[in-house]
Nanobody
Framework: QVQLVESGGGWVQTGGSLRLSCAASGRIFSLNAMGWYRQTPGKQRELVATITTAGSTNYANSVKGRFTISGVRDNAKMTVYLQMNSLKSEDTAVYYC??????????WGQGTQVTVSS
């Protein structure tokens, strides 16, 4: 099992920046990839960005060029960051950290609210 702890959400003005962090602990040696997803009321959760343990990244078209996902691993923990720049009102959502395991299982963080407004 993997435990995920998110931080870094909040309110920011349009055009501003935020950085989200997600610390994974537990069976991190069984990780395949980690990522960020987001959800707004009445809509399905959507992919924002993912990073594999080999360092390959994938982004939703809507955030390419504005968001950057990165990861740092030590023996006991893996931390994934999502740097969000040039934020738009449509980026407002609850952001969830995800860990995808080699087994195919997925674990989710508790979610962190990001609000972008003028």
């Amino acid at each position: 099992q993997v435990q995920l702890v998110e931080s870094g959400g909040g309110w920011v003005q349009t055009g501003g920046s935020l950085r989200l962090s997600c610390a994974a602990s537990g069976r991190i040696f069984s990780l395949n990839a980690m990522g960020w997803y987001r959800q707004t009321p009445g809509k399905q959760r959507e992919l924002v960005a993912t990073i594999t343990t080999a360092g390959s990244t994938n982004y939703a078209n809507s955030v390419k060029g504005r968001f950057t996902i990165s990861g740092v691993r030590d023996n006991a923990k893996m931390t994934v960051y999502l740097q969000m720049n040039s934020l738009k009102s449509e980026d407002t959502a609850v952001y969830y950290c995800n860990s995808n395991m080699i087994s195919g299982n997925n674990y989710w963080g508790q979610g962190t609210q990001v609000t972008v407004s003028s």
